[in-house]
């Protein structure tokens, strides 16, 4: 069967206001999408609805996983089926390492949760992939994202620089293996050495893994790194315009004001 995500007239809204109006678009097994638009035109709200933030309620519309409907999966169950977004700001969690945190992403994701059992105490133990092998494949992946072994005693995103953020995000991405990843802005903070790196990771992925790839951006740079199949311009809403990777040169040479003039100003 066919992977394929399918947003389909997708309305969304946040706090009463209606943010996603009639959203639609089709992403396949190894393509790369880009969605691109000025900022406030609801780029990061399709990112969140999508993985089922509470916060954004959607009115109208489907999104379809392999032909399964995520309206009614929580964000784990979404991710379980195979959907991965990368956030533009990775939020800290004192307290948690990044390797206790990896470790149970990907036991969760892997089924190795599913295999809960019942311990002496009365309380629920789950099981978790075995240390060795986990430890054994994060090292393969942290050697590749050129990042150091010592962030996995790191509490989560806690004191990381920008570019270490988007960087753990790349080998969250790297371990959990979706079907379907959502960058959000991950070019967002980062310099150009660190953008290389990152870059180089998600390329790298898409290849071993054939993911569907939905890159959401505001500038082109990424762009000249993870070369998209197909562009999109977003704007009050919903995609106005589609196109080819020729449509990212057009946007760095002449901004977003022909986008403004054709569709009308912003509410």
């Known amino acids: 069967m066919e992977q394929i995500l399918e947003i389909q007239d997708l309305h969304v809204q946040v706090e009463k ?4 109006k009639g959203v639609n678009l089709t992403i396949k097994a190894g393509e790369i999408h880009a969605l ?24 109208n519309g489907d999104i379809l996983l392999n032909g399964e409907s995520l309206l009614e999966l929580s964000p784990d169950e979404r991710a379980r089926r195979g959907l991965f977004l990368a956030m533009q700001y990775p939020i800290a969690v004192p307290g948690v390492t990044l390797y206790s945190f990896l470790r149970s992403a990907v036991s969760a ?36 994202l050129k990042m150091d072994p010592g962030f996995l005693r790191r509490y989560l995103n806690e004191g990381f620089s920008g570019g270490e953020k988007k960087r753990a995000e790349i ?22 050495d660190a953008l290389r790196i990152v870059a180089e990771g998600v390329n790298r992925l898409h290849a071993e893994q054939q993911m569907g790839l939905l890159i959401i951006t505001h500038y082109q740079r990424i762009l000249t790194y993870i070369r998209p199949q197909f562009v999109h311009i977003f704007y009050k809403g919903k995609v106005v315009l589609s196109d080819g990777p020729e449509l990212v040169d057009k946007l760095e040479a002449e901004g977003y004001d022909w986008v403004q003039e054709a569709y009308g100003e912003e509410d």
Do not use: W
């Not at 080998?171 to 150009?192: K, N, Y």
């Open 17 to 20: 206001k209606e943010i996603l």
């Open 36 to 59: 691109m638009g000025p900022n406030g035109s609801g780029k990061s709200t399709l990112s969140y609805a999508l993985m089922g933030h509470p916060k954004y309620h959607i009115n």
């Open 109 to 144: 994701k892997r089924g190795y949760g599913e295999a809960a059992k019942q311990a002496g105490n009365g309380r629920l133990q789950a099981h978790l992939i075995p240390a060795r092998e986990f430890r054994k494949e994060v090292n393969a992946e942290l050697e590749k």
């Open 171 to 192: 080998l969250q991405m790297a371990l959990l293996q979706p079907q379907f990843s959502i960058l959000d802005e991950t070019d967002s903070g980062l310099d150009i």
